[in-house]
Each structure stands twice: as C-alpha cells, then as structure tokens.
Nanobody
Framework: EVQLVESGGGLVQAGGSLRLSCSASGFTFDDYVIGWFRQAPGKEREGVSCISSSDGSTYYADSVKGRFTISSDNAKNTVYLQMNSLKPEDTAVYYC???????????????????WGQGTQVTVSS
C-alpha cells in the first residue's frame, strides 16, 4: 500500500523559510514521480513542484521558481521541499502526491497523481 506522510509545516513570518518532508512507503521509490501541491481556502489545488525519483529532473510552478527547491533522498524514500522567501500568498495546505513514472503523462496536474498524503498546513504571516 502506497503511503505518503508530510511534515514540516507551520507558521512563519513573510521572508522566512520552511522545509517540508514527504516520507514514502509501500512502493519502489525510484520508479515514481513525486509532486508537491497546495490548496488555499476557496481555491483550487495547484501544482507547486515535482521531481522524478529516477533521474532527478524537476519542475517548478512560475510562482515559486527561485524560491522553492525540491530534492529527493532515495535512500530515505523522502522528498523535500525547501521553501525560502515565503510570502503570505504561499499560505495553504501542502500535499505530497505520487504517481508511477510509467503512467505519468508529464502534465503536472493533480488528476495525474493517484496517491496522496494527508497534507500539512503552511501559514505565512505578513
């Protein structure tokens, strides 16, 4: 059974940093693409960043480029999202999601991912 557990959320002032972790179990980590999504109240879930655990290729949404960094520690089956220069508009519940590479279309939409964590709250105060 695929399990994803997020951690590292919290309350931070604008300009601050947080590092989110996504610990995965129940599947062969190297064969998956892992994504971070976020959903703010009243808004649709949006893709933030994703990484291919097989070759380390990454993608970032324009809104986080240059501020967020995604990385993967395959030995620990964990993906990280380092978030710097946080803004109030980054406030949301952040979710980790996974999809087997062989099924992934390359389109970074939430509907492309079949396994999800429970989410972790990130709140950025102004």
């Amino acid at each position: 059974e695929v399990q994803l557990v997020e951690s590292g959320g919290g309350l931070v002032q604008a300009g601050g940093s947080l590092r989110l972790s996504c610990s995965a179990s129940g599947f062969t980590f190297d064969d998956y693409v892992i994504g971070w999504f976020r959903q703010a109240p009243g808004k649709e879930r949006e893709g933030v960043s994703c990484i291919s655990s097989s070759d380390g290729s990454t993608y970032y949404a324009d809104s986080v480029k240059g501020r967020f960094t995604i990385s993967s520690d395959n030995a620990k089956n964990t993906v990280y999202l380092q978030m710097n220069s946080l803004k109030p508009e980054d406030t949301a519940v952040y979710y980790c999601a996974a999809e087997p590479l062989r099924y992934y279309s390359g389109s970074f939409y939430s509907t492309e991912f079949g396994s999800w964590g429970q989410g972790t709250q990130v709140t950025v105060s102004s």
